[in-house]
């Protein structure tokens, strides 16, 4: 804050940076009226649900990709000694406050989509348990992501192709893409459970795939599975290092 120009300038970038995205999805719609059934204003309530969590995330604790830097440095060394979990150090190493303009941006949106769509006031409990289990999936996502460092030592962008890559996914609807995609994201890395499962309940819509109703209210279930995965590989992987050796 000692620079307070340079910051409110980032934030603004920040801003305007992520506001292409909302900007591709004008595009698609001014040459249609539908994205594989859903109108402009589902698919901009799509993306604010999913932006917002991965917003929080990136801002929070995308830092902790940068494991790998501190392994091959050795100052992951002076984190393991301090009272602190090496996690949250990890997080908050070069915190970037500028990041929240994203997270603006990302409510915004969100707001904008929560005001013009006509809603059943009694789905809108949904939205806050799905930005939770958002928050949570991406975290969880971000975490295995720097335990899985501990092994490969120097691999962040494969990291971001499943961080970066699953906040771009989770943008639109997820009839768009292949059955079998479709069934990873679900099954397996429950990125559906961030915007997509939950929305159909709230939209009131029917999943074009065919997936049983009650498995849009497990996203709280499968954040809590992923997360304790992570926690436990984040663990392994801490207690399996063993410094640089210099």
Same mark, same amino acid.
């Given at each position: 804050?000692?620079?307070?120009?340079?910051?409110?300038?980032?934030?603004?970038?920040?801003?305007?940076?992520?506001?292409?995205?909302?900007?591709?999805?004008?595009?698609?719609?001014?040459?249609?009226?539908?994205?594989?059934?859903?109108?402009?204003?589902?698919?901009?309530?799509?993306?604010?649900?999913?932006?917002?969590?991965?917003?929080?995330?990136?801002?929070?604790?995308?830092?902790?990709?940068?494991?790998?830097?501190?392994?091959?440095?050795?100052?992951?060394?002076?984190?393991?000694?301090?009272?602190?979990?090496?996690?949250?150090?990890?997080?908050?190493?070069?915190?970037?406050?500028?990041?929240?303009?994203?997270?603006?941006?990302?409510?915004?949106?969100?707001?904008? $989509?929560? +005001? %013009? *769509?006509? !809603?059943? @006031? /009694?789905?809108? =409990?949904?939205?806050?348990?799905?930005?939770?289990?958002? #928050?949570?999936?991406?975290?969880?996502?971000?975490?295995?992501?720097?335990?899985?460092?501990?092994?490969?030592?120097?691999?962040?962008?494969?990291?971001?192709?499943?961080?970066?890559?699953?906040?771009?996914?989770?943008?639109?609807?997820?009839?768009?893409?292949?059955?079998?995609?479709?069934?990873?994201?679900?099954?397996?890395?429950?990125?559906?459970?961030?915007?997509?499962?939950?929305?159909?309940?709230?939209?009131?819509?029917?999943?074009?795939?065919?997936?049983?109703?009650?498995?849009?209210?497990?996203?709280?279930? $499968?954040? +809590? %599975? *992923?997360? !304790?995965? @992570? /926690?436990?590989? =984040?663990?392994?992987?801490?207690?399996?290092?063993?410094? #640089?050796?210099?």
């Amino acid at each position: 804050m000692a620079y307070r120009a340079s910051f409110a300038l980032m934030v603004v970038l920040g801003v305007c940076v992520t506001a292409t995205d909302v900007a591709v999805i004008l595009v698609i719609f001014s040459h249609t009226t539908a994205l594989a059934g859903f109108t402009r204003d589902e698919v901009l309530f799509l993306y604010g649900a999913a932006g917002l969590p991965f917003a929080l995330c990136d801002l929070l604790v995308s830092n902790v990709d940068r494991v790998s830097q501190h392994i091959r440095a050795g100052t992951l060394d002076t984190m393991l000694v301090r009272p602190v979990g090496t996690w949250i150090q990890l997080a908050a190493d070069r915190f970037a406050p500028t990041r929240a303009g994203r997270v603006l941006q990302a409510a915004a949106v969100l707001g904008y $989509a929560l +005001a %013009v *769509l006509d !809603l059943d @006031a /009694g789905r809108l =409990w949904m939205v806050p348990v799905m930005l939770a289990t958002g #928050t949570v999936i991406f975290a969880a996502i971000w975490t295995l992501g720097g335990a899985a460092q501990f092994l490969l030592t120097d691999a962040p962008e494969v990291i971001n192709s499943f961080t970066y890559g699953g906040g771009q996914l989770t943008q639109y609807p997820l009839s768009v893409y292949g059955r079998d995609l479709v069934r990873g994201v679900t099954y397996v890395l429950p990125l559906a459970f961030v915007n997509w499962q939950p929305a159909l309940y709230v939209l009131d819509r029917d999943d074009p795939f065919g997936t049983p109703g009650f498995v849009r209210f497990l996203g709280p279930v $499968a954040a +809590a %599975v *992923l997360a !304790l995965l @992570a /926690g436990l590989a =984040w663990r392994q992987g801490i207690r399996h290092y063993r410094s #640089t050796g210099s």
